[in-house]
């Protein structure tokens, strides 16, 4: 069995993700219950958004049976309160959304096209929720294995009628919307054509990457504002308190291919290091934070049909939460909202039997503790239509509870703002 033989499945059970992070977490279903007999929690000080980009049930599920086995439970799947969201963009083309669209009606509560960052269907830039956390007094951040300006974290702290002005997105974070902490990859974005960073340009794993910016050097600007700028584990781990920039990477911090033609994921830095420094630098703020924190890899691998590194990416995806969960657990003022924005793959998960075998499927994995095993099988190598969970603790986390549309995200925490 190929795959229970990788290194990184050595262990991949849900107490371990817990304990690699060095984590204690309080029973969720006690502390729901905890509240449903009255005791109170104060009200939301602090907000941590967390999107599985292309997450979706199936992949919940699959991960769960990877990870945790038939019994067990990822530890997003573990936060008491439960329900769904709808993805559906507005947009004349499609009624399958992108990370764009799925993101900007996050941020604004306002439906619009594919490719929008947080501007309406006519390109009127709208009020977000980055931009008004920050001007509410509170310290705001943002966490991703993908460029820290893709479309799911620039939604949240700019405006664009093209998610593809990354470096013009860049500009925004650090003359309008001014997040404290930004840690990720896309170094490229914030720097001219040939001027190389920490990470150099054509690199041999995608040639295709290098230094792009056409508005001017991004980092210089930067740090005359104030921020710390660093690239390696060890300088991340030295930063003091304050503004802090992270690049890690030159584009996504992995490179995302067919299993076995050159996919990568080994980010320099793990998301769950950098939703751990984030954490430390936000709550220093006694206004409070919002912090978004994201997988990217989850998407771009199941766009890919690559279900090996899929559930690598969640299980990563995992470890993060856990940080979150925990730092809510001992800060009772905190709200945790784990979900995604659409899903990828049309992922479903089969039986092993050799007659009912699709042409586009991978495996067979493990379910964790037993001898069963079990098949993903892709549908297409785009989104789907498909809804999405989203599970949540803290106060507030009661109203996430039923089907609503993804806009209703903006509406549970725009006021906390």
């Given at each position: 069995m190929l795959v229970r033989s990788a290194r990184w499945l050595a262990a991949p059970v849900v107490a371990g993700l817990i304990a690699a992070a060095g984590l204690i977490l309080i029973n969720p279903?006690?502390?729901?219950?905890?509240?449903?007999?009255?005791?109170?929690?104060?009200?939301?000080?602090?907000?941590?958004?967390?999107?599985g980009d292309g997450m979706a049930a199936a992949h919940r599920e699959a991960a769960r049976l990877f990870y945790?086995?038939?019994?067990?439970?990822?530890?997003?799947?573990q936060l008491p309160y439960s329900g769904q969201l709808t993805t559906s963009p507005d947009d004349p083309e499609t009624a399958i959304t992108d990370s764009a669209a799925g993101a900007s009606a996050w941020a604004t509560g306002v439906a619009t096209y594919n490719g929008a960052i947080s501007v309406d269907t006519d390109g009127n830039p709208l009020p977000t929720l980055g931009a008004q956390a920050k001007a509410a007094g509170k310290a705001t951040g943002l966490v991703t294995t993908a460029q820290v300006t893709d479309a799911s974290p620039a939604a949240f702290f700019s405006n664009a009628v093209d998610r593809a002005a990354q470096d013009d997105i860049?500009?925004?974070?650090?003359?309008?919307?001014?997040?404290?902490?930004?840690?990720?990859?896309?170094?490229?974005w914030w720097l001219p054509a040939g001027t190389p960073g920490a990470y150099p340009d054509q690199p041999a794993e995608d040639p295709a990457e290098g230094s792009r910016s056409t508005k001017g050097?991004?980092?210089?600007?930067?740090?005359?504002?104030?921020?710390?700028?660093?690239?390696?584990?060890?300088?991340?781990?030295?930063?003091?308190?304050?503004?802090?920039?992270?690049?890690?990477?030159?584009?996504?911090?992995?490179?995302?291919?067919?299993?076995?033609?050159?996919?990568?994921?080994?980010?320099?830095?793990?998301?769950?290091a950098m939703t751990k420094k984030a954490l430390e630098n936000l709550s220093a703020d006694r206004d409070g934070f919002f912090l978004l924190i994201e997988e990217e890899a989850v998407d771009e691998f199941a766009h890919n049909n690559n279900a090996r590194r899929t559930l690598q990416a969640m299980g990563e995806l995992d470890?993060?939460?856990?940080?979150?969960?925990?730092?809510?657990?001992?800060?009772?003022?905190?709200?945790?909202?784990?979900?995604?924005?659409?899903?990828t793959g049309g992922l479903a998960i089969e039986d092993v039997?050799?007659?009912?075998?699709?042409?586009?499927?991978d495996g067979p994995f493990?379910?964790?503790?037993?001898?069963?095993?079990?098949?993903v099988d892709w549908t297409t190598k785009s989104h789907t239509g498909q809804s999405v969970p989203v599970t949540a603790f803290g106060p507030g986390a009661e109203r996430f509870t039923g089907q609503h549309p993804n806009t209703y995200v903006h509406e549970i925490l725009q006021p906390l703002f």
């Open positions: 279903v006690t502390d729901a219950t905890a509240e449903q007999q009255g005791r109170s929690r104060p009200a939301a000080r602090n907000v941590i958004f967390i999107n945790a086995g038939l019994n067990g439970r990822l530890v997003m799947d860049a500009r925004q974070y650090l003359e309008r919307s001014k997040p404290d902490v930004i840690l990720g990859g896309g170094e490229d050097n991004l980092i210089n600007q930067a740090k005359a504002a104030g921020y710390q700028y660093v690239s390696t584990p060890r300088q991340l781990a030295a930063a003091r308190p304050g503004k802090l920039l992270g690049l890690f990477a030159n584009q996504e911090m992995f490179q995302q291919r067919v299993e076995g033609a050159g996919d990568i994921y080994s980010p320099v830095v793990s998301l769950s470890k993060a939460v856990a940080v979150a969960r925990a730092y809510a657990a001992n800060h009772r003022d905190t709200l945790v909202v784990v979900t995604g924005d659409h899903e039997d050799a007659a009912d075998e699709s042409v586009d499927e493990p379910v964790h503790g037993t001898d069963f095993q079990f098949f």
